[in-house]
C-alpha cells in the first residue's frame, strides 16, 4: 500500500516551455501533497506545501508564478513549471501524506525535468 | 529550529562489513524521525522510522536504527553491508507534517 506515482519520469523541454509533473497517490487518499527539488548530488528541497482544495503554501525563495501547483482531488496533484529555463533543470520528487497516517510521508519516484 | 546533521558525506565500506551512518537532530520536541535511502535517479524508499516506544527500530533489507535522546542522535547500522546497498541514505525529522532532511551520506561498497 501507500504508493505514489510521478509522471512523466523524465521529460526534455525547450526553453521557454511549459511542463507539467504530476503526482498521483494511487491505493489512499492524499490530504497533503509535498514537492521537493533535488539539485545534483544534494538533498531534497521543500518547495511547496498543498492541501486538496487550497492553495499551495511555498517555501521562502520560491517562486509561485513559475511553479504553479495544483492539488484539485485527494489524489493528484501536479506542478506546472511555467516559461521554463535551463536553471530549472533537476530532479522533482513529490510526496504524500494520506488521511489518518501520522507523520509518515511516501515519496513517488520522481522527475528528471532536463530544459535545453 | 529543527535540523538534521548528517556528518559524514561520503563512506566507503568493503562488502561484509558492518556499517553506521550518523545523524544528528536538533528539535524542541520529541522528534518523528526517519531513514531514507534513494538510489541514482530513484526516488525515496523509507528505510525505517522512529515515532516512540522502543529506541531500537528495525527496517527493511537489514537495517536498524537507534534513537538516543541524550545524545540527540538516530544512527543507522546494518551489521554486514552488501553490494546493493551502494546508494545515498537520508535522514530525516518531522514534527508536523514537514520533514527536514540532512545532506544526505553516500554510501559506497567495494568488493
Known amino acids: 500500500g501507500a504508493v505514489v506515482s510521478q509522471h512523466p519520469s523524465r521529460v526534455i523541454c525547450k526553453s521557454g516551455t511549459s511542463v507539467k509533473i504530476e503526482c498521483r497517490s494511487l491505493?489512499?487518499?492524499?490530504?497533503?501533497m509535498f514537492w521537493y527539488r533535488q539539485f545534483p548530488k544534494q538533498s531534497l528541497m521543500l518547495m511547496a506545501t498543498s492541501n486538496e482544495g487550497s492553495k499551495a503554501t511555498y517555501e521562502q525563495g520560491v517562486e509561485k508564478d513559475k511553479f504553479l501547483i495544483n492539488h484539485a482531488s485527494l489524489t493528484l496533484s501536479t506542478l506546472t513549471v511555467t516559461s521554463a529555463h535551463p536553471e530549472d533543470s533537476s530532479f522533482y520528487i513529490c510526496?504524500?501524506?494520506?488521511?489518518?497516517?501520522?507523520?509518515?510521508?511516501?515519496f513517488g519516484p520522481g522527475t528528471r525535468l532536463t530544459v535545453t | 529550529a529543527q535540523s538534521v546533521t548528517q556528518p559524514d558525506i561520503h563512506i566507503t565500506v568493503s562488502e561484509g562489513a558492518s556499517l553506521e551512518l550518523r545523524c544528528n537532530y536538533s528539535y524542541g520536541a520529541t522528534p518523528y524521525l526517519f531513514w531514507y535511502v534513494q538510489s541514482p535517479g530513484q526516488g525515496l524508499q523509507l528505510l525505517l522510522k522512529?515515532?516512540?516506544?522502543?529506541?531500537l527500530v528495525q527496517g527493511i533489507k537489514g537495517f536498524e536504527a537507534e534513537f538516543k535522546r541524550s545524545q540527540s542522535s538516530f544512527n543507522l547500522r546494518k551489521p554486514s553491508v552488501h553490494w546493493s546497498d551502494a546508494a545515498e541514505y537520508f535522514c530525516a525529522l518531522t514534527g508536523a507534517n514537514n520533514l527536514f532532511f540532512g545532506t544526505g551520506t553516500r554510501l559506497t561498497v567495494i568488493p
Open positions: 510526496s504524500a501524506i494520506g488521511q489518518g497516517v501520522r507523520n509518515e510521508q511516501y
Open positions: 522512529y515515532f516512540s516506544g522502543d529506541t
Open positions: 491505493d489512499f487518499q492524499a490530504t497533503t
